[in-house]
């Protein structure tokens, strides 16, 4: 089974502060995404990553950074957090094998006070 | 711009009937469309997927359509049961790319 896991389930900041999310995933998988939930919005592309050190801007990616450092983890960097960057943040991974999906964390509610 | 669209923020149906999902896409290029099902306070899980060359996939009781010329997707849960209550989000990519869009979610409630 696909384990895909996130560092917080929630997490409380305040404005300017600096915020890292991890996750990790056991899959071996060459992608990784992360996404922000927001009602209404559904789930917005940040940044993904298709490699070690590599990465793409998502739809959203203003006010975020990313790093890849290994295979396995993927990082999510707030470089000073804005109370409009409460949200829901969701981690996935996928496998380039043909016809693969896309397996999500259980995901970290942020709070930015 | 929303390429993927979920009408309906929600939906109300009675345990054992019928539950109908709607999802329009603008984008022609996509060429792949999932169905993901998310509970409260976890991760979204995949349940269906169906690519452009097929009109119709399913499995078990999830049926997913597909009307390319109407650029509409629907998936069709029968028959509906309370586990089936959830946010139901459609996605497309396009040409194996890994990229996923999705749509803004439809939170299904099933009536015991």
């Known amino acids: 089974d696909v384990k895909v896991t996130q560092s917080s389930r929630y997490l409380v900041k305040r404005t300017g502060e600096k915020v890292f999310l991890e996750c990790v995933q056991d899959?071996?998988?060459?992608?990784m995404f992360w996404y922000r939930q927001d009602p209404g919005l559904g789930l917005r592309l940040i940044y993904f990553?298709?490699?070690?050190?590599?990465?793409e801007k998502g739809d959203i990616p203003e006010g975020y950074s990313v790093s890849r450092e290994k295979k396995e983890r993927f990082s999510l960097i707030l470089e000073s957090a804005s109370t409009n960057q409460t949200s829901m943040y969701l981690c996935?991974?996928?496998?380039?094998?043909?016809?693969?999906?896309?397996?999500f964390g259980p995901g970290t509610r942020l709070l930015v006070l | 711009d929303q390429q993927v669209k979920q009408n309906s923020p929600s939906l109300s149906v009675q345990e054992g009937r019928i539950s109908i999902l709607n999802c329009d896409y603008t984008n022609s290029m996509f060429d792949y469309f999932l169905w993901y099902k998310k509970y409260p306070a976890e991760g979204p899980t995949f349940l269906i997927s169906?690519?452009?060359?097929?009109d119709k996939n399913e499995d078990g009781r999830f049926t997913v359509f597909l009307n390319k010329s109407a650029k509409h997707l629907s998936l069709h849960i029968v028959p509906s049961q309370p586990g089936d209550s959830a946010v139901y989000f459609c996605?497309?990519?396009?040409?194996?790319?890994?990229?996923?869009?999705f749509g803004t979610g439809t939170r299904l409630t099933i009536i015991p």
């Open positions: 169906i690519s452009s060359i097929k």
């Open positions: 996605a497309a990519s396009w040409g194996g790319n890994e990229k996923l869009t």
């Open positions: 996935a991974s996928r496998s380039n094998r043909v016809g693969q999906t896309q397996y």
């Open positions: 899959m071996d998988h060459e992608n």
């Open positions: 990553s298709y490699d070690v050190k590599m990465k």
